[in-house]
C-alpha cells in the first residue's frame, strides 16, 4: 500500500474486540500495566502535554505485539521519540473537540438554567421531570457527538509511530480514512465508549482494566485499513485512492 492508498474495508467492532482479546490475551497484565503507567502519566501534565507521546508508546507496544515481537514494559516511554509530533497532534485534537463541543456545553447549561427557572417559578413538578429528561438526553447527544469527533482522530498516533507521518498528515489521514469507514468507526468508538463506562461503573478502576482490550480493538481496525508491516491480514481489500 503506497502513502496514495488505503484499503476500504468492513470494520466489524466485535470482530476487532476478539482480535484484541486473541492477540493481547497471554499478556493482558503487561498490557494493562503499560496502559495504566500510560494514562496516569499522560493525565499528568497540562495541555495534554504527555498524553501524546504516552499514546504513541502504548501504540508502539501494540505494534511490536502485532508483529509477533517481544513486548517489553520500557517500550512506553520510547514514545518521547515522538514528543513533538504527538504534541501537536493533541493540541488539534483538543482543539477541533473544544471548537464543536463547547457551544452545545453552553446551549445545554441555557437551557437547564432555563428550566431550572420556569420549575421554580410554576412549581410544577412536571418541568423538573422536563429538566431531568433534558439534562439525560443532553448528556447521551454530548458523548454522542465526542464519540463521533474522536473517531476521526482515532488512528493519529499510531499513524505517527507507525508510518512516521508528521502530525498534520496523520490527522488528515486519519480523519480521511475514518469518513470512508463512518459507519464502523463510530460503532467502535461508541463501543469502546460503552465498555469504559462500564468500567468506570466498578469503581472508576474498571475502566483501567478495559483499556487494553478497547486500544488493542483500535490496532485491529487500524491493520484492517492500513495494514502494519510484517502483519498478515486476511481481509480482502479494495484499494481506494485518498
Do not use: N
Not at 413538578?125 to 439534562?135: N, Q
Amino acid at each position: 500500500m503506497t502513502d496514495a492508498t488505503f484499503p476500504r474495508v468492513a470494520i466489524e467492532p466485535l470482530e476487532c474486540f476478539r482480535e484484541s482479546w486473541r492477540r493481547i490475551g497471554g499478556e493482558y497484565w503487561l498490557f494493562l500495566g503499560i496502559t495504566t503507567v500510560g494514562l496516569i502519566l499522560g493525565a499528568v501534565g497540562p495541555l495534554g502535554v504527555l498524553l501524546g507521546p504516552m499514546k504513541c508508546g502504548i501504540y508502539l507496544c501494540y505494534r511490536q505485539k502485532w508483529r509477533g515481537e517481544q513486548v517489553r514494559f520500557e517500550t512506553l516511554f520510547r514514545g518521547f521519540d515522538y514528543f513533538v509530533e504527538s504534541l501537536i497532534a493533541t493540541l488539534i485534537v483538543m482543539l477541533v473537540g473544544l471548537v464543536v463541543t463547547l457551544p452545545c456545553v453552553f446551549v445545554g447549561i441555557g437551557g437547564t438554567i432555563l428550566l431550572v427557572g420556569l420549575a421554580a417559578a410554576s412549581r410544577q413538578p412536571a418541568y423538573m421531570a422536563l429538566v431531568v429528561a433534558f439534562g439525560i438526553v443532553g448528556y447521551a447527544l454530548l458523548i454522542l457527538l465526542a464519540s463521533l469527533i474522536g473517531s476521526f482522530f482515532i488512528f493519529a498516533f499510531m499513524l505517527i509511530v507507525d508510518r512516521r507521518l508528521p502530525a498534520i498528515e496523520a490527522v488528515k489521514r486519519s480523519a480521511t480514512a475514518v469518513w470512508h469507514h463512518l459507519g464502523g468507526m463510530l460503532a467502535l468508538s461508541l463501543l469502546s465508549a460503552a465498555f469504559s463506562l462500564a468500567g468506570l461503573c466498578l469503581c472508576y478502576v474498571g475502566a483501567f482494566f478495559a483499556a487494553p482490550i478497547v486500544y488493542g480493538a483500535i490496532v485491529a481496525a487500524y491493520q484492517r485499513i492500513f495494514g502494519i508491516d510484517g502483519v498478515a491480514d486476511d481481509v480482502r481489500v479494495t484499494q481506494l485512492a485518498l
